[in-house]
């Protein structure tokens, strides 16, 4: 019995030793499962994308919390859903960066970009090239689209319109189904009261 106990412990103990140091090569410039050409154009793309507002950015922020790609990942394991990795996002967005069709390439290219940009420098970025259908790509588009008003004029509720949107914009739809938004920016302002 005291074999079978001290095998298995050894056995457990391999697995993990060999899960962190599997996740470790994940996350390392050894694993070439993106190719770099275009992670460095990403990269440099982000940099440059054009900053939001700060108010649309403090609204985006109370409704889903910013977090890394490990505290995502952390998050879904204790079920808390209302966070965001603004990195996982784009990677989310971008299958056509991936060498294969794995999963855990958009964690790979989640822990890549984080290497070399913030979490708001992504969401600068992903908010900019999310589509929010009607052929409306990015939320300066969405704004003027459904709002007829630049970005950095929407009220709480239009900018919460916008962010809702961006889980999925074919349900959360102000044109086709207002009520559902209504619904949801009140449980949002429940929420978030002091």
């Known amino acids: 019995m005291k074999k079978i106990i001290k095998f298995t412990l050894k056995a457990l ?7 962190v140091v599997f996740i470790q090569y994940l996350k390392s410039d050894w694993n070439k499962a993106i190719d770099e050409g275009d992670l460095n154009n990403l990269k440099t793309a982000i940099a440059n994308a054009k900053p939001l507002p700060p108010e649309f950015l403090k609204v985006y922020k109370s409704i889903y919390p910013i977090t890394t790609t490990n505290g995502i990942i952390y998050n879904r394991f204790t079920e808390q859903y209302d966070t965001k990795c603004p990195c996982n996002e784009i990677s989310l967005m971008l299958h056509s960066f991936y060498k294969n069709n794995s999963t855990s390439n958009n964690y790979v290219l989640s822990w890549k ?7 708001e420098q992504c969401l600068n970025y992903y908010l900019q090239n999310v589509d929010f259908v009607y052929n409306n790509k990015g939320v300066y588009e969405a704004s003027n689209y459904y709002f007829q008003k630049e970005l950095s004029e929407l009220n709480f509720e ?37």
Do not use: H, W
């Not at 970009?113 to 979490?119: A, D, R």
């Not at 809702?164 to 009140?186: C, F, G, Q, V």
């Open 13 to 19: 103990f391999l697995i993990v030793f060999l899960g």
């Open 113 to 119: 970009l984080e290497k070399q940009v913030t979490q």
């Open 158 to 194: 239009q900018m919460a319109t916008l962010i809702i949107m961006t889980n999925n914009p074919s349900l959360y739809n102000p044109k086709r189904r207002p009520e559902l938004i209504k619904k949801r920016i009140k449980e949002i302002i429940r929420i978030n009261k002091p």
